[in-house]
């Protein structure tokens, strides 16, 4: 049962006398931050008596006048201008939670309106090795699979990967200029990695000395209108906006010469690369040239990427299956290309695209720039094989929801694909789940120190070292002495290292960046995985030495006192899952789950210090204590599995 919307439901109705939009009022309703003004409140009465012109507080006891809600909340209270505070009874309390003991799913029922859902996400360029720019992706992506599969949608998992693009060509290219053969055989997906990173970089190199020239005279122009701007008599605002402006112009030109500098000096400065850039003056060219003809079907360069697939997909598949990370589909753009032509066809047929400057476009009213569905030379695009996925997905999967999960910087594509799909004649619900950026300490783009993204399975690699450490370090410390054996302690550091990694992404809103810290990730004294899956680890440790077998506490006739505050607090906050999760799934923010975890932790550990379990003062009261022991350390593992994080009986 979820609680919220229950009382949200019943202000709908009572709202109903008052205004022609009850929900949209109803929606005010809200948990209390603060237990002094009750479990829930409701905010609705101001903005609604602003809109009747009339006084609010005397409305907001109109609507609890009209309100239903006796079975459940003690009777309303009213605060301040018109807030309505509601306090659920303890008898209603201390029966829901008595009825989670043998409940399976914790008190949440599957949605009455299931959805056919696909979440696309992750979606790597195959020819690369992950790196941590693909991290949030992924673990946002599965955590949403995770909740909505709970709350009954049926979901489909996609990794669109990226299999066709040219970053192909740059590695067919490499492959047939620069391979170290003995390399490939050693470690065909580090040879194939290393030849992308020099043909791109090559390419780089001579796409930045072409444009340099050109940011020169955009500097020398910037610089002549700065000094004519700045020499003008007239001391008005607009002349000292102008000002401001070119200065900041010609500060961002003068930071991308510089950058391009370094890039040439680079190069210049390796003989070896050098001499690979004079020798290979064209590569850039070339490059698209052998993507092209993979596209086009040439058979060398066709059997070459059917024999570097395998081994790239088999990179890729070793690191999700670490992170316990599964796809019901990965279909790449390969798999779209026979569609692609069709797509800017039927485009064309029903008057959508049209010809502008050799390409074929969509214009979409309000947005300056058009959307590009076939290159002046004939070749496809991203938005091409994204608008052939969508007709895939409603067609062939039947789906009614996609998701797209990826970075905020691709805001400008998909509310042009999704407003060209939907004119199209495909109009699925679609939504971008788009996030930050992961950031070092210096607030920029996490990197390596020597500049290069820093590759995710060593940054996996790293978190699970540290987390032994931690592991290590907190077992040889036990006062009875360590308890754990070294295969032991590395499971649990596995465990722990990746959960951080996971946690520390799932914690902060998604549509914020945040800081990469190794410091407060694996600390378990804050809000953190390894926080959380101690606080689990705890009450199993409790009901072990109480010598409880968890599966006698969870009967159907269970009996539950809450005559502490804090134990009502910790049973108040154990009903509130199904609320939680319908708020993840609506939202789709998984830092709304995290956060109830880490404050059910802070309840559960006020309860302990507060309520003894194991020496409480009755056997009855010690049963009921105990229950709330293991319907606690139940919630935190069931609310950690569904966000792909795992958990230890003992840390």
């Known amino acids: 049962m979820n609680i919220l919307q229950t009382l949200r439901d019943r202000f709908a109705v009572a709202l ?45 006891a109109r609507i609890v006048e009209s309100l239903d809600v006796a079975d459940l909340c003690d009777p309303p209270d009213i605060a301040g201008p018109g807030f309505i505070n509601l306090r659920l009874t303890d008898g209603w309390v201390r029966q829901r939670t008595q009825s989670l003991a043998a409940d399976l799913r914790l008190g949440v029922t599957g949605t009455p309106h299931p959805r056919n859902i696909v979440i696309d996400f992750s979606s ?32 489909t998992t996609d990794n ?46 001579h796409e930045t000395v072409e444009k340099l020239p050109s940011i020169g005279q955009r500097i020398d122009e910037q610089q002549r209108q700065l000094a004519a701007a700045e020499s003008a008599e007239s001391p008005d605002k607009s002349r000292k906006k102008r000002i401001k402006s070119l200065r900041a112009d010609l500060a961002l030109l003068n930071e991308a010469r510089k950058t391009a500098q370094a890039k040439t000096e680079a190069i210049e400065a ?55 990370i599964h796809f019901d589909l990965s279909l790449g753009e390969s798999h779209y290309q026979p569609l692609l032509a069709g797509v800017v066809r039927q485009l064309r047929d029903k008057g959508l695209a049209t010809d502008s400057d050799g390409a074929v476009c969509v214009f ?32 062939e999967l039947g789906a009614e929801t996609i998701l797209y999960v990826v970075d905020s910087r691709q805001a400008e594509h998909f509310n042009l694909l999704f407003t060209t799909a939907q004119r199209w004649g495909y109009a699925p619900e ?58 032991a302690r590395s499971e649990i550091a596995e465990i722990v290292g990746l959960g951080g990694i996971k946690y520390a992404d799932l914690h902060i809103n998604r549509e914020s960046d945040y800081v990469f810290d190794w410091d407060t990730m694996l600390n378990m004294k804050g809000d953190t995985a390894t926080y959380m899956q101690y606080a689990y680890a705890r009450t199993r440790g409790i009901l072990r030495r109480g010598g409880v077998d968890p599966e006698s506490l969870r009967r159907p006739d269970a009996i539950l006192q809450l005559s502490h505050p804090a134990e009502r607090r910790l049973a108040l906050r154990l009903c509130q899952l199904p609320d939680v999760l319908d708020a993840v799934a609506t939202e789709c923010k998984p830092n709304l789950l995290t956060q109830y975890l880490f404050e059910m932790a802070g309840d559960f550990s006020t309860f302990f210090e507060q309520c003894p379990v194991l020496k409480a003062e009755t056997d009855q009261q010690r049963s009921s204590r105990l229950l ?18 795992h958990t230890v009986e003992q840390m």
């Open 16 to 60: 109903t006398d008052f205004t022609d939009e009850p929900q949209t009022f109803a929606a005010m309703v809200r948990s209390s931050q603060d237990a002094k003004f009750g479990d829930y409140q409701a905010n609705c009465a101001m903005p609604l008596a602003k809109q009747l012109g009339t006084n609010p507080r005397e409305l907001a």
């Open 124 to 155: 790597p360029n195959v020819a690369k090795p992950m790196h941590v720019g693909h991290l949030r992706s992924t673990v946002i992506g599965d955590a949403l699979s995770r909740v909505l599969r709970f709350l009954g949608h049926q979901v």
């Open 160 to 205: 669109h990967i990226g299999d066709w693009g040219t970053q192909f060509g740059m590695i067919i290219y490499g492959y047939k200029h620069f391979l170290d053969a003995d390399a490939y055989v050693e470690d065909p997906v580090a040879e194939l990695s290393r030849l992308y990173r020099l043909v791109n970089q090559l390419c780089d190199y």
């Open 270 to 324: 390796d003989s070896t690369l050098k001499d690979l850039a004079e020798q290979h003056t064209d590569i850039s060219r070339a490059t698209r040239d052998e993507t092209a003809r993979l596209h086009a079907g040439d058979a060398e360069n066709r059997r070459l990427w059917e024999q570097f697939m395998p081994q790239c997909l088999g990179a890729l598949d070793s690191v999700y299956d670490r992170l316990d």
């Open 364 to 395: 979409i009213e309000g947005n300056e720039a058009p959307f590009i569905i076939q290159k002046a030379d004939g070749a496809f695009n991203y938005a091409t094989t994204d608008l052939a996925t969508i007709q895939y997905r409603v067609e």
């Open 430 to 487: 679609l939504r971008h789940i788009s996030f930050g950026t992961v950031m070092g300490k210096d607030r920029k783009p996490y990197k390596t120190r020597s500049g290069d993204t820093v590759g995710l399975e060593s940054l996996l690699d790293e978190a699970v070292a540290k987390a032994r450490e931690i592991v290590v370090a907190g077992d040889d410390a036990k006062p009875d002495g360590p308890e754990l054996d070294e295969r």
């Open 628 to 645: 709330l022991v293991d319907l606690t350390g139940r919630t935190i593992q069931q609310g950690l599995e569904l966000l792909g994080i």
